[in-house]
């Protein structure tokens, strides 16, 4: 029975949920409303918050974003640039943000342009001010090539680009000001909130409290950040006893001790007047007395948590922070007491993961350098996530390949960091050793631009022989198919065979044969690309990466067969890969032998077999983020749903698809194929429907954002 029900899309974007409520900034909430209205015109659409660190640029953003998102069809999203620390990256960070999963090897900033033309998005570009350059450079070649783009930026200074809007945002004001009917103004009512969530309520006429409020607001010079700072920490101390300590005197820049003249980091990070790291006045205005109320400890955790981009776990930060003063047993204690004075804030959306604010952040960088600990607290991060990502590959071919690629996900950032250091330390073999594993992860976990620029300057030095460097080119010329640049994969197929040979592995060798099969079948070459996957010896398939390439290497015969019209031994191979998968527990391999069986399944005429798996492999792909292996099983599901007579559906099918091939950057992924296919099942719909309903269907499965188009794909109408 045809498919009725209309979807209901929602507001695409990424704006994360408000964790404490909005106090203030009326005026200004109001001007940015007014700028960022895409029917007012071309004012607005450079609009740049600018203030000091703490001031709330990215609070009063945030909001202002969210209250105009309605106006936004194609979304609101929000790139945090405070986790890159490599010039260069700011297209690439967009890109990832908008979930553009590009597999070519085109300028990012043309990527983007194309995808945004005729879109209407707002982009906020949080914290700017450590790229001002590339910020200024990206936002001048979008706006010019994407008319109905918007994009709000915070920063500590603007960029400087002609038609920028600029707010410079103060600090909130102490006193009631033009308005006669308040006596304190916005400073006293954030601080008497955030008092009362640490249970230090203020009462409406203690009026001796909220003079002495007004005088602690007023000694913070009315900065958001330190005001919420200072009202954590009446959880412990009265307002009388916070008003007495932040009457003494604020702490002044003077020199420091040599790092070498200290027994231990506690003995600079005691309390001692004067000492203390040069820093701008108002950073310290804001941080500095929250960092005076902490215990040594406490600040010793504080600086060493500043290795973190990203944000992170409590075992992590075991892991990397524990040591000298800092016992593994008292790290739990101490985070948590940061937490409680807001030093560490909860992760708003993943649960039992932590985060610093970047100018919090940035005073905890200072003090780490000042004790003399930033090489060797950085080289214990680098280390540990080079021992995760190798853990990660180890266990990629098993039941924990989901809970690895969200691992992935969420820590992308300290990744990140910890490749560029150890692509900065001489030891090239430990690099490309670490390249080799983050590689292997970012290809399959949607991060392919980033994998291939980690990868070329590892393997640039072309370092020793070892299990590293096969790896490393393994995953160079798996991303390159990935990309369709098939001349540069069959370069990587001929270095990558050399090095297993060198190693000599087995495993290795047959995992090599995926790159030079892969690219024949996607240069459509399919007889000889099924000659060299077919000669490959199947050994017993490992639990690490290499046993993933083994299963890769049948995945790419079976598509290579399946693509030749031999839907028999083509659906044969997919099944074995489906078993093998199963017995692993692993989803990434899984969800495409699924996806090549329903395909198998249709081209023999078993129309409600292929819708199975179709909806199947979807699910499956989604598990993983694959946004390509969903779109490639969406537009199997389409051309299966109009053979069982569903037009409707399928037109909305087919909208989903386009949606997710936008967001992977090629369509079909430029096979002829693939592209035939698609166009058929297009003009059949048509033929089924007419053009005007055709297209009514279209663009509703268009409008729908990712989850809702997945969830509408995997249902099942009509009790199917």
Known sequence: MPDTTHPNPGNLGNLPPETHSFVGRR??????????????????????????????????????????????????????????????????????????????????????????????????????????????????????????LRILVTSRERLALPGEEVLHLEPLPVDGGADESAPTGDAVALFAERAADAGRPLGGDDVAGRALAAAVCRRLDGIPLALELAAARLADLTLDQLHARLGERLPSPADLPSPS??????????????????????LRTAIGWSHELCAPLERLLWAR????????????????????????????????????????????VISARYRMLDTVREYGTDWLHALG???????????????????????????????????VLSEHANFRAAVQSALAEPDRTAAVEMAGHVGFLWRHCGYL????????????????????????????????????????AANWAVRCADAARDQGSPVAAVAAVYVRGGQLALTGRLAEAIDVLAAAPQLPVQDDAFG????????????????????????EVADE??????????YWCGAYADYLIAQA??????????????????????????????????DLLAAAVVATGDAHRAARLLGIGTRLWELTGRAQMDSPDLIATRRTCELRVREHLGDDAYETGYREGLAMSYDEGIAYATSRPGGQ
């Open 577 to 586: 890969i489906r078993t093998a998968s199963r017995k692993q527990g692993e």
């Open 601 to 634: 399944d249709l081209g023999r005429g078993d129309t409600p077999a292929a819708v199975r798996g179709a909806r199947t492999s979807i699910a499956g792909h989604a598990l993983l983020h694959n946004t390509a292996g969903a779109a490639m099983s969406l």
């Open 548 to 571: 993933a390439a083994q299963l890769q290497v049948r995945l790419a015969l079976s598509l290579a067969l399946v693509l030749r019209g031999e839907y028999g031994r083509g659906r």
């Open 373 to 407: 600990e930033e090489r060797a607290v950085r080289r214990r991060h680098r280390e540990h996530y080079a021992r995760l990502a190798q853990q990660g590959c180890a266990e990629w071919n098993t039941g924990r390949q989901v809970a690895w690629c969200e691992r």
């Open 27 to 148: 005026a200004e909430l109001a001007l940015l409303r007014a700028l960022l209205d895409p029917d007012g015109g071309p004012a607005g659409r450079l609009v740049s918050v600018v203030g000091v660190g703490g001031v709330g640029k990215t609070r009063l953003a945030l909001r202002a974003a969210a209250e105009v998102r309605d106006a936004y069809p194609d979304g609101v999203w929000l790139t945090e640039l405070s986790p890159l620390h490599t010039p260069g990256l700011v297209d690439l960070a967009v890109m990832e943000t908008l979930r553009l999963a590009d597999q070519s090897t085109r300028p990012v900033i043309d990527v983007i342009a194309e995808w945004a033309h005729r879109k209407r998005l707002l982009i906020v570009l949080d914290s700017c001010e450590h790229l001002l350059a590339d910020c200024a450079k990206a936002a001048a070649a979008l706006l010019s090539r994407a008319p109905e």
């Open 449 to 488: 631009r980033e994998a291939q620029a980690c990868l070329d300057q590892a393997l640039a030095a072309d370092p020793p022989p070892g299990h590293g460097r096969t790896l490393a080119l393994w995953s160079r010329g798996a991303v390159a198919i990935l990309q369709g640049d098939q001349e540069a």
């Open 261 to 282: 003249d200290l027994a231990s980091p506690l003995d600079l990070l005691s309390s001692v007047p004067g000492e203390r790291p040069p820093r701008h006045q108002t």
């Open 305 to 348: 948590l500043s290795v973190f981009t990203g944000g992170f776990c409590a075992e992590t930060v075991q892991q990397v922070c524990a040591g000298g003063p800092l016992a593994p047993e008292r790290i739990a204690g101490l985070l948590a007491r940061l937490v409680a004075q807001s030093i560490v804030l909860p992760d708003p």
